[in-house]
T-cell receptor
Framework: NAGVMQNPRHLVRRRGQEARLRCSPM?????VYWYRQLPEEGLKFMVY????????ESGMPKERFSAEFPKEGPSILRIQQVVRGDSAAYFC???????????FGNGTRLTVT | QQQVKQSPQSLIVQKGGISIINCAYE??????FPWYQQFPGKGPALLIA?????SEKKEGRFTISFNKSAKQFSLHIMDSQPGDSATYFC????????????FGTGTRLTVIP
């Protein structure tokens, strides 16, 4: 009965490289959410996706960030040309429909050097 | 701007004592108030939640108190144990929509034996 699976757990990238974060939702869940947690801050919503559709990307930075949730396979959060300010923990969550509660994964800790 | 304000930032409590964490909000449209518990290296996990039609909800040693007129709510952990040491986040949502979930900045609780 696997929960939300995220990989990698830790990711180190140099400035200017691309970061790809993957998320497999809980079995039976078709709604995926990405949150970002900066040091000493709470989680902030980035994007909400269903299979093959972006439903709400109001929290996503306008440039360099993109997300997808294809028909087959995990959801991907992509950050192009990473900068030091992108260093954070990125959490994926899933739900069976649009309403709470959310089930969170253990996150990907991105470090940009 | 921070939609949900949380205090204190950190809290040290003796084993057996009461831990109290406070949150405040401005948006009167919020109608669902969950609390999350996060251990180091893990994702947040739902602890307990309340809606504004009740003033208190208790689950085991955890109690939420809600003051609708003051737009404040708090988490009380009775008989605090070292295993409760974690970061606690309050949050608020409109219509329980998962993409409308706003987190506080977190309280790092340490329970000393």
């Amino acid at each position: 009965n696997a929960g939300v699976m995220q990989n990698p757990r830790h990711l180190v990238r140099r400035r200017g490289q691309e970061a790809r974060l993957r998320c497999s939702p809980m079995k039976g869940h078709s709604h995926v959410y990405w949150y970002r947690q900066l040091p000493e801050e709470g989680l902030k919503f980035m994007v909400y996706l269903q299979k093959e559709n972006i439903i709400d990307e109001s929290g996503m930075p306008k440039e360099r960030f993109s997300a997808e949730f294809p028909k087959e396979g995990p959801s991907i959060l992509r950050i192009q040309q990473v900068v030091r300010g992108d260093s954070a923990a990125y959490f994926c969550a899933s739900s069976s429909d649009r309403v709470l509660p959310l089930h969170f994964g253990n996150g990907t800790r991105l470090t940009v050097t | 701007q921070q939609q949900v304000k949380q205090s204190p930032q950190s809290l040290i409590v003796q084993k057996g004592g009461i831990s109290i964490i406070n949150c405040a909000y401005e948006n009167t449209a919020f109608d669902y108030f969950p609390w999350y518990q996060q251990f180091p290296g893990k994702g947040p996990a739902l602890l307990i939640a309340i809606r504004p039609d009740v003033s208190e909800k208790k689950e085991g040693r955890f109690t939420i108190s809600f003051n609708k007129s003051a737009k404040q709510f708090s988490l009380h952990i009775m008989d605090s144990q070292p295993g409760d040491s974690a970061t606690y986040f309050c949050a608020a949502s409109v219509d329980s929509w998962a993409n409308n979930l706003f987190f506080g900045t977190g309280t790092r609780l340490t329970v000393i034996p």
